[in-house]
């Protein structure tokens, strides 16, 4: 069992930047984030494995948006630049024990209970 608890989210205009952290209660584990807007599924923004050396983005936050993780702190981060509104979600933390191709929800045992972002134009 694992526990994930983000924090940093909040309201910024469009092109600002934020950064996101999901403190992870266990080590060693492929971490990645999600997001979901109200009434649409849940989607993966990114992923990382547990050396750091191999990450996975999304095709709408390809060269803005950069995933990493810290694992002598168990923390994994998301620096997000370049905000656009369509950014505007609920960001979600997830674990598992190990990476699967692609990014998908159900590959993932673990969640946190996730945090607001949300982008003004």
């Known amino acids: 069992q694992v526990q994930l608890v983000e924090s940093g989210g909040g309201s910024v205009q469009a092109g600002g930047s934020l950064s996101l952290s999901c403190a992870a209660s266990r080590d060693a584990y492929c971490m990645a984030w999600f997001r979901q807007v109200p009434g649409k599924e849940r989607e993966g923004v990114a992923r990382?494995?547990?050396?750091?050396?191999?990450?996975y983005y999304a095709d709408s936050v390809k060269g803005r948006f950069t995933i990493s993780r810290d694992n002598i702190k168990n923390t994994l981060y998301l620096q997000m630049n370049s905000l656009k509104p369509e950014d505007t979600a609920m960001y979600y933390c997830a674990a598992h024990w190990f990476c699967k191709a692609g990014l998908f929800p159900g590959d993932f045992a673990y969640w946190g209970q996730g945090t607001q972002v949300t982008v003004s134009s």
């Open positions: 990382i494995n547990t050396g750091g050396d191999n990450t």
